[in-house]
């Protein structure tokens, strides 16, 4: 049975299973540094959760959003909990729009209509409910979907092709379509270009997640100075490919639809296509790059230099999920590197990242270099074994085909007590490298996912 996340909501207030998460500290945030795993439980009261939005709102900089973009964020009523489950972003002005989506063969309604009107250079909004994935729901739920877009359209004054929709929750229930009736009139007419705003948006996203994910960026291209802000959620059914996830980028850089599409494309292959919870893709899936830019365009020099930075960005926003990963104590940094190729490390750090030997040897802090090395030799990619090597949190405890003394204890106390246990690979001695990123296995992912229905 397939689920787009482990949360099951409807207007009638049916409670489900609500997992307990715990509140973290809201970071300090430094001029141009990120901001990160901001929390607002799901099952908290909503005035909490409000007051924890307005907490997380007052960690970014009144600067940090790029321009002519509003925000909102509102409770209609798909969770129970009463918590914000709508969200909607609209430009001022039509603006350019890219996106990736999910590579599952079953594919929710909003993933259909909204990967057919990628790349554009007309899109006014992005829309997006929690709580309720509508897939595998027919006819109806494309019905549903074209509606929400319809509703949108209807109060901004554009057509129904130039708005966005994304949708997360659980599978195969239709839509609880008075509740998002209601929502979309309420997120319209709480419309602001604010970090408040911008923050109840995102909070509006997230299902299981135990914390916000948001990430904000400056950067200064030939001299003139731009941003970029972006919210995802994400925290299972994580799988290189797309991790189960959704996310919206915005910017105001000058692009191309034709030049955000290539970028946002090889941006999702260096970030959020490199990450693993539990190797299963979601039907729902969706990275969007909207931008807002005036002015001219970006030379190549430019370009370079903006793709780099987003890619930074998208990297730790693929790091948040894993982090927030169902039950995760550890994220896993898998580099691999001496392959005969790109391509090669890549299959070898996927393998190694999906192995529930390699996760849970990383729960118990058991610096089990067998399975690491063992994967690597099933994944269905040529590896030199007798050149292969490996180093756990800098110590090497596999050399050249052949395993090494080293102090077991220390090392496993160290993995125990790091949250990012990191590992490098050495495959052979060629120029292919590639970089993974995955959570460990814990029994809190397995109870938490044993304990729901779709």
């Not at 990736?100 to 309604?109: C, F, L, R």
């Not at 909003?110 to 554009?120: A, G, I």
Request: net charge negative; hydrophobic share 40%; charged share 20%.
């Amino acid at each position: 049975m397939i689920h787009d996340v482990a949360e099951t909501r409807s207007c009638t207030n049916d409670s489900p299973f609500v997992l307990d998460v715990t509140t973290h500290p809201i970071p300090k945030l430094a001029q141009k540094q990120t901001v990160k795993q901001m929390t607002s439980p799901d099952n908290v009261p909503f005035s909490e959760a409000i007051a924890s939005s307005e907490r997380n709102a007052n960690a970014i900089p009144s600067d940090a959003l790029p321009t002519g973009f509003s925000y909102a964020g509102v409770a209609c009523g798909i969770k129970p909990s009463g918590n914000l489950d709508v969200s909607l972003i609209v430009s001022e002005q039509p603006v350019v729009a890219a996106g990736v989506y999910t590579q599952n063969q079953v594919v929710a309604a909003p993933v259909v209509l909204t990967r057919e009107k990628t790349p554009n250079h007309s899109i006014r909004a992005v829309i997006t409910n929690s709580g309720n994935a509508n897939a595998c729901t027919g006819d109806q739920g494309m019905a549903d979907a074209q509606e929400m877009c319809s509703l949108v359209a209807e109060k901004i004054g554009c057509s129904a092709e130039s708005i966005l929709l994304m949708s997360t929750g659980v599978i195969g229930k239709h839509l609880p379509m008075d509740c998002i009736r209601n929502g979309i009139r309420d997120a319209y007419s709480q419309l602001e270009g604010t970090p408040a705003a911008f923050v109840r948006s995102a909070e509006a996203i997230r299902t299981t997640d135990k914390n916000l994910k948001v990430e904000f960026e400056q950067i200064d291209l030939g001299g003139r100075e731009f941003r970029i802000a972006a919210m995802a959620k994400g925290a299972g059914m994580i799988a290189p490919n797309m991790a189960t996830m959704l996310s919206t980028i915005l910017t105001d850089v000058p692009l191309t639809a034709e030049m955000a599409q290539e970028t946002l494309s090889r941006v999702a292959a260096a970030s959020f296509n490199r990450v693993s919870v539990d190797g299963h893709t979601s039907t729902n899936d969706t990275l969007l790059l909207l931008s807002s830019g005036q002015g001219a365009p970006l030379n190549s020099a430019e370009q370079i230099e903006f793709e780099n930075s987003l890619t930074n960005l998208a990297i730790k926003l693929a790091k948040q999920l894993v982090a927030d990963g169902e039950g995760a104590q550890h994220v896993m940094s898998i580099l691999v590197k001496g392959a005969a190729d790109e391509s090669t490390a890549e299959i070898v750090a996927k393998t190694v990242a999906a192995s529930p030997l390699v996760k849970t040897a990383i729960t118990g802090g058991d610096p089990n270099w067998g399975r690491i090395v063992s994967a690597a030799g099933y994944a269905e990619a040529r590896i030199c074994p007798e050149k292969t090597s490996l180093e756990i949190l800098g110590t090497t405890i596999y050399l050249h085909g052949s395993p090494v003394d080293f102090d077991e204890a220390a090392l496993s106390h160290k993995m125990k007590t790091s949250p990012e246990v990191s590992m490098v690979l050495s495959v052979g001695d060629g120029p292919g490298t590639a970089q993974y990123w995955a959570s460990d296995l814990t029994t809190d992912y397995v109870q938490f996912n044993s304990e729901y229905t779709t």
